[in-house]
Nanobody, 124 residues
Framework: QVQLVESGGGSVQAGGSLRLSCAAS????????MAWVRQAPGKEYEAVAI???????IYAESVKGRFTISQDNAKNTVYLEMNSLKPEDSAMYYC??????????????????WGQGIQVTVSS
């Protein structure tokens, strides 16, 4: 059974930091890249960052220099360190898996597995 379980969300003031974690199980992790995708109320899904199994990364322009995606392959866990948070970063954040190696951020339909999501709220 495939599981992507997010943790670490919550509320923070603008300028603050949060660290999200995603524990993955039930699928061959080495065949998938892992990503964080967010959706704010009334908006479309937005891919935030992706990390390939070999640890190369890609970021959305909106978070470059502020967010860092990383992974611990021994623990099958992916992280998203979010610094200098802004109110516009408020959204439901999803952990997602996309098969293969990626040199761009996948489209929403290109993800194979999704977590349940976790809320991040940034107040001004």
């Amino acid at each position: 059974q495939v599981q992507l379980v997010e943790s670490g969300g919550g509320s923070v003031q603008a300028g603050g930091s949060l660290r999200l974690s995603c524990a993955a199980s039930g699928f061959p992790r080495n065949l998938y890249a892992m990503a964080w995708v967010r959706q704010a109320p009334g908006k479309e899904y937005e891919a935030v960052a992706i990390i390939n199994y070999g640890s190369s990364t890609i970021y959305a322009e909106s978070v470059k220099g502020r967010f860092t995606i990383s992974q611990d392959n021994a623990k099958n866990t992916v992280y998203l360190e979010m610094n200098s948070l802004k109110p516009e970063d408020s959204a439901m954040y999803y952990c997602a898996a996309a098969r293969g190696y990626w040199s761009r951020l996948p489209l929403t339909r290109e993800y194979t597995y999704w977590g349940q999501g976790i809320q991040v709220t940034v107040s001004s």
